[in-house]
């Protein structure tokens, strides 16, 4: 269970990071329904490491949203809905914890049998797969190693265009730091909330062939340079870890998945936990109180938080945000 210095922690800085919370002969089935859809023939090898490193030669590649190999992403959405999936994520402790954020009896549950993420392809031609059109977790995702020579790529983060309450990414095998786990950007879900004109939702341009300049989710003015400022003056925390390590984050921190420098493959499970009155509240303005579809515990929840629990979350002292 949290407890009230962590959730306090949630709140200033929209990020918790939780030791072993996946079950490790869950994640070991997960490990082996990844290496099982992998097409014969392919030069990656789960049994030597050295054919991890990426990217996938291009008669490897695979565009299918439901399995797509491609670069350096390796990434299996078709398992999303498979019960040994959903009970690793749905898992009883990680439900509570997710229940003492959004509040008892709030959280919608993921459908096993139900539809899995790229099951209806791309949001438009070219574009990237809706996470909200998905009835299980997001998938398996893995980011293959950067090769030796490979010139470091500057961090930049994002928020997500679709409607949830609040993420989750798992890791099913060690991932070392600067591993591509995952990279959060402490606080800037209190600083970009307000610059969204829906609570949870974004307006979309959609997307005509013979009008190709606009296309897609829109951003505010206020959101574009606040995000600027967040990449100037903030510097983001590498969510690296052990298997069955799992961070939790608000729908609005800014994040990335990381580059993947460690010469080991990140292998991870993504899931969006969504409240039941998610559809009733999605397009609404943001409210006065960001807090407003949370749970009485973060209600009642402080911004104080010891100093130690700031370092196991790996936030410096002199970046710390300032209280909510
Ligand atoms: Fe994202």
Not at 268 to 288: C, H, K, M, N
Request: contains cysteine; glycine residues 10%; proline residues 11%.
């Amino acid at each position: 269970m949290l407890t009230p210095p962590q959730i306090a922690f949630f709140k200033v800085n929209g990020y918790l990071l939780l030791r072993q919370v996946l079950d490790p002969a869950l994640c070991a089935r997960a490990r082996d329904r990844l290496w099982e859809a992998l097409p014969e023939g392919s030069t990656m090898q789960r049994d030597d490491p050295a054919t991890h490193t990426g990217p996938f030669p291009e008669d490897q590649q695979s565009d299918d949203p439901l399995h797509i190999r491609k670069g350096y992403l390796w990434q299996l959405r078709e398992c999303g809905t498979e019960s040994s999936l959903i009970d690793l994520v749905y898992n009883r402790p990680l439900c509570a914890m997710a229940e003492q954020l959004l509040g008892e009896g709030m959280l919608a549950p993921p459908k096993v049998g139900g539809l899995p993420m790229g099951s209806e392809g791309p949001a438009w031609p070219g574009g990237p797969t809706d996470p909200a059109i998905n009835e299980g977790i997001r998938g398996i995702y893995c980011t293959r190693p950067y090769r030796a020579n490979e010139q470091r790529k500057p961090d930049y983060g994002h928020t997500d265009g679709h409607p949830f309450n609040l993420g989750m990414v798992g890791l099913i095998h060690d991932v070392p730091p600067d591993g591509g786990a995952f990279k959060v950007w402490p606080g800037s879900h209190r600083r970009l909330y307000p610059t969204f004109q829906m609570r949870y939702d974004q307006p979309r341009i959609p997307y005509y062939r013979h009008l190709p300049a606009f296309k897609g989710i829109i951003h505010s003015p206020a959101y574009q340079s606040e995000l600027t400022r967040i990449m100037q003056d903030t510097s983001p925390v590498d969510c690296w870890g052990s298997e069955g390590d799992v961070v939790l984050w608000h729908h609005r921190l800014v994040h990335m998945a990381g580059h993947n420098y460690s010469g080991v493959m990140r292998q991870a499970v993504l899931y969006d936990f969504s409240r039941t009155d998610l559809d009733q509240r999605r397009a609404i303005p943001p409210g006065e109180d960001m807090w407003q579809d949370w749970g009485p515990q973060v209600h009642a929840a402080g911004s104080d938080y010891p100093e130690a629990l700031a370092m196991e979350m790996r936030l410096s002292p002199m970046e710390s945000p300032l209280p909510a």
